[in-house]
């Protein structure tokens, strides 16, 4: 089985639609073997697409050779297997790295390390000067979604539109494949926004569960009692920032930033009376009365955005 693929086969200029049901195997490379990576390679592989892999570490790659991949001896060998090279290794100094020896003229980079904007546009002004077309990914699962299609996990793509209408059908075996933009940082602009929403939505629900883990709460009811709630409020924010973007009225707001701060001391009194720590709290309140104290008492939280992004 060769891993060279055929013009009609990958390339971008001849590349057609697949026909409702029709199945076309294609040809790519894939860097980087970790959980993600692996995840990656087995859904193509399990789909019928002939994968080239490399990884730092050649033991990662045994198993998949086992599977039907054809494995690599070096990064450079792994690029100029394919036109289609699809990266997913630790970081952005590992990609500069991975990518040193290679000859990239010709070939469609995508990349799917986690990144910054800037890093995503530093890679596709690099990717240019070398002769190559570049994509950027950010991945939005975790490897156990990746060929589930249920489990509700998709990937977001900026960077060259020809380059992913040529690859979208390949690019979405793995997860969904949603397009984002031009710019090639958009596409890591969107994975780190809603990872930091995350986040701190994570941080509430630790202190939540702090509050209550040495109380005589059923923590399986609490524990839909919580879900419940933040996907509720979520849904509340979500429309106030909408609304705030637009400009549009929003008429009385039922919880203004004033009182908010008034209830922060409750907040507060609480985490202390139960021992807890309240410092995963602390700083967004001590936002909220910042904004209170230039004049937005009145206002909902979809003001402080805006003073997060004041210079």
């Given at each position: 089985m060769t891993n060279t693929p055929s013009v009609t086969e990958s390339s971008p200029a001849t590349a057609r639609a697949a026909e409702p049901g029709e199945h076309r195997p294609r040809s790519l490379s894939l860097l980087g073997l970790g959980a993600m990576g692996t995840a990656l390679a087995r859904t193509w592989l399990a789909a019928g697409h002939r994968v080239t892999v490399w990884n730092r570490t050649p033991a990662r790659a045994e198993p998949l050779r086992a599977l039907g991949a054809t494995v690599a001896g070096s990064a450079a060998e792994a690029v100029a297997a394919n036109d289609l090279v699809v990266l997913c290794l630790l970081d952005d100094a590992s990609v500069g790295e991975t990518l040193a020896g290679a000859q990239l003229a010709g070939r469609d980079l995508v990349n799917l390390t986690t990144s910054t904007p800037a890093d995503a546009r530093a890679w596709a002004a690099r990717a240019a000067g070398r002769g190559a077309r570049f994509l950027d990914g950010g991945i939005m699962a975790v490897p156990p979604m990746i060929g589930v299609p249920e489990a509700g996990g998709y990937v977001f793509y900026s960077g060259s539109a020809e380059l992913f209408a040529a690859h979208e059908e390949i690019l979405a075996v793995p997860a969904e494949a949603r397009y984002v933009g031009e710019d090639a940082g958009l596409a890591a602009l969107h994975d780190v926004a809603l990872l930091s929403a995350m986040s701190g939505m994570f941080a509430g629900i630790t202190h939540a569960f702090a509050l209550v883990r040495e109380a005589d709460?059923?923590?399986?009811?609490?524990?839909?009692?919580?879900?419940?709630?933040?996907?509720?409020?979520?849904?509340?924010?979500?429309?106030?920032?909408?609304?705030?973007?637009?400009?549009?009225?929003?008429?009385?707001?039922?919880?203004?930033?004033?009182?908010?701060?008034?209830?922060?001391?409750?907040?507060?009194?609480?985490?202390e009376q139960q021992g807890v720590s309240a410092e995963l709290l602390t700083p967004y309140m001590e936002l909220m009365e910042r904004a209170v104290a230039e004049g937005h008492g009145d206002s909902d939280g979809s003001v402080l955005a805006e003073l997060l992004t004041a210079h």
């Amino acid at each position: 089985m060769t891993n060279t693929p055929s013009v009609t086969e990958s390339s971008p200029a001849t590349a057609r639609a697949a026909e409702p049901g029709e199945h076309r195997p294609r040809s790519l490379s894939l860097l980087g073997l970790g959980a993600m990576g692996t995840a990656l390679a087995r859904t193509w592989l399990a789909a019928g697409h002939r994968v080239t892999v490399w990884n730092r570490t050649p033991a990662r790659a045994e198993p998949l050779r086992a599977l039907g991949a054809t494995v690599a001896g070096s990064a450079a060998e792994a690029v100029a297997a394919n036109d289609l090279v699809v990266l997913c290794l630790l970081d952005d100094a590992s990609v500069g790295e991975t990518l040193a020896g290679a000859q990239l003229a010709g070939r469609d980079l995508v990349n799917l390390t986690t990144s910054t904007p800037a890093d995503a546009r530093a890679w596709a002004a690099r990717a240019a000067g070398r002769g190559a077309r570049f994509l950027d990914g950010g991945i939005m699962a975790v490897p156990p979604m990746i060929g589930v299609p249920e489990a509700g996990g998709y990937v977001f793509y900026s960077g060259s539109a020809e380059l992913f209408a040529a690859h979208e059908e390949i690019l979405a075996v793995p997860a969904e494949a949603r397009y984002v933009g031009e710019d090639a940082g958009l596409a890591a602009l969107h994975d780190v926004a809603l990872l930091s929403a995350m986040s701190g939505m994570f941080a509430g629900i630790t202190h939540a569960f702090a509050l209550v883990r040495e109380a005589d709460v059923d923590l399986g009811s609490f524990s839909g009692l919580l879900a419940d709630w933040l996907v509720a409020m979520a849904r509340v924010a979500v429309t106030g920032e909408q609304k705030a973007e637009k400009g549009e009225d929003q008429g009385d707001v039922a919880s203004n930033l004033a009182m908010q701060v008034a209830g922060n001391v409750t907040l507060l009194r609480t985490a202390e009376q139960q021992g807890v720590s309240a410092e995963l709290l602390t700083p967004y309140m001590e936002l909220m009365e910042r904004a209170v104290a230039e004049g937005h008492g009145d206002s909902d939280g979809s003001v402080l955005a805006e003073l997060l992004t004041a210079h």
